[in-house]
Antibody
Framework: QVQLVESGGGVVQPGRSLRLSCAASGFTFSSYAMHWVRQAPGKGLEWVAVISYDGSNKYYADSVKGRFTISRDNSRDTLFLQLNSLRAEDTAVYYC?????????????WGQGTLVTVSS | EIVMTQSPATLSVSPGERATLSCRASQSISNSVAWYQQKPGQAPRLLIYGASIRATGIPARFSGSGSGTEFSLTISSLQSEDFAVYYCQQYNKWPPLTFGGGTRVEIK
């Protein structure tokens, strides 16, 4: 079955960096767009970034543009999110989600999430 | 950026009753709306896309409607497992992809 497993979250000081990973299995990873979506504690959902199936196109939310970088390794079926210059407001659970085949801007399914806490 | 506004923030419903959740877009988005369900401690799950198409495995008691700027999600007869937070999302004009603030469906 389709599975997405995030890792790499933790507690980090403001201004530092972190790299999140999302290991995919159960589907042809290289055929799908992939997204990162985050959720601050007790808050709603915020789309963060998307990468096309081949990595040639990437788009970001304004709130993370210039600080976060999405990438993928199709040989390892893995999605990444590099988080630089972290701020307190980046504290959230970060989910990776697969874009739907016919509608890449839909999220289906989602991983279980990894918590990033930015605090001194 | 298209702003999605959901109402009400919280809906109190008795099991077996009908629930109707609303979502409004700040500009016309045709039928490019999806609905997600999120239970406590879990990741969201896709319920509806194209405003009215149920995703794979979603029970028939969930239905969506609307077009343009006004959309709704109806749960015809609430089951215990349906008490959760529901989010709408637009995918007509992006980036960015945007979500509504969510509606919590709680037991009355």
């Amino acid at each position: 079955q389709v599975q997405l497993v995030e890792s790499g979250g933790g507690v980090v000081q403001p201004g530092r960096s972190l790299r999140l990973s999302c290991a995919a299995s159960g589907f042809t990873f290289s055929s799908y767009a992939m997204h990162w979506v985050r959720q601050a504690p007790g808050k709603g959902l915020e789309w963060v970034a998307v990468i096309s199936y081949d990595g040639s196109n990437k788009y970001y939310a304004d709130s993370v543009k210039g600080r976060f970088t999405i990438s993928r390794d199709n040989s390892r079926d893995t999605l990444f999110l590099q988080l630089n210059s972290l701020r307190a407001e980046d504290t959230a659970v970060y989910y990776c989600a697969r874009g739907a085949k016919a509608f890449p801007a839909l999220f289906d399914p989602w991983g279980q999430g990894t918590l990033v806490t930015v605090s001194s | 950026e298209i702003v999605m506004t959901q109402s009400p923030a919280t809906l109190s419903v008795s099991p077996g009753e009908r629930a109707t959740l609303s979502c409004r877009a700040s500009q016309s988005i045709s039928n490019s709306v999806a609905w997600y369900q999120q239970k406590p401690g879990q990741a969201p799950r896709l319920l509806i896309y194209g405003a009215s198409i149920r995703a794979t495995g979603i029970p028939a008691r969930f239905s969506g409607s609307g077009s343009g700027t006004e959309f709704s999600l109806t749960i015809s007869s609430l089951q215990s497992e349906d008490f959760a937070v529901y989010y709408c999302q637009q995918y007509n004009k992006w980036p960015p992809l945007t979500f509504g603030g969510g509606t919590r469906v709680e037991i009355k």
